[in-house]
């Protein structure tokens, strides 16, 4: 098992912060590996690890590199499948704006039970014919996907897509959902 760091360590840290029965899932991809981990919007963060056994393990054993207990039974569903199609690039800035008008909904129209599910379900911004919803750029925002505006990275997100499932990429990370699955 590999020990967590830079990019990948945080992610996990904030997936664990977010829930305290986060999953991670790997999956063997060519010289490496692709780290699925559970959000609480539903949508999957993936990121490219070196190489690791395939298996499915607490987040906070991935986090100590212990391994843990295989939790397969556990994992919400299927993973995205491994080839995507480049659709179109938005902007950080128009997503950011996106997130904060969400926020202000949210707040708005927040009970005793959080956020209503179908203001997460919303789509808030349509790419060649897919809808993105806001749990999913509340996702990317909440695992730091989008850099800050003073960042020299690139501040892109492209969407590419597959069958029902939807990928928004960053530098830093992707997150995969696919509408009408429930994956938590």
């Not at 056994?53 to 054993?61: E, K, L, R, S």
């Not at 100590?64 to 995205?80: E, I, N, Y």
């Not at 379900?121 to 509340?138: I, K, N, S, W, Y």
């Not at 996702?139 to 990928?167: H, Q």
Request: include cysteine; charged fraction near 20%; hydrophobic fraction near 50%.
């Amino acid at each position: 098992m590999f020990i967590p760091q830079g990019n990948v360590a945080a992610i996990l840290r904030r997936a664990l912060r977010f829930d305290q029965q986060a999953l991670a899932r790997i999956r063997p991809v060519g010289q490496g590996a692709e780290l699925f981990v559970t959000t609480p919007f539903d949508p999957l963060i993936a990121l490219r690890v070196p190489e690791a056994p395939a298996g499915v393990m607490a987040v906070a054993d991935v986090l100590t590199g212990t391994g843990g207990a295989d939790r397969q039974a556990s994992w919400p569903g299927a993973l995205p499948p491994e080839n995507f199609e480049l659709i179109d690039e938005i902007p950080g800035v128009v997503v950011e704006k996106l997130v904060q008008a969400g926020r202000d909904e949210a707040k708005a129209h927040s009970g005793p039970l959080g956020v209503p599910r179908n203001l997460l379900d919303q789509a808030v911004l349509t790419v060649e014919g897919r809808a993105l919803p806001l749990r999913l750029l509340f996702a990317c925002d909440a695992f730091g996907l989008i850099p800050p505006s003073e960042s020299a990275v690139s501040r892109v997100l492209r969407v590419s897509a597959a069958g029902r499932w939807v990928r928004l990429d960053s530098v830093i990370a992707s997150a995969y959902y696919s509408p009408g699955l429930p994956l938590l």
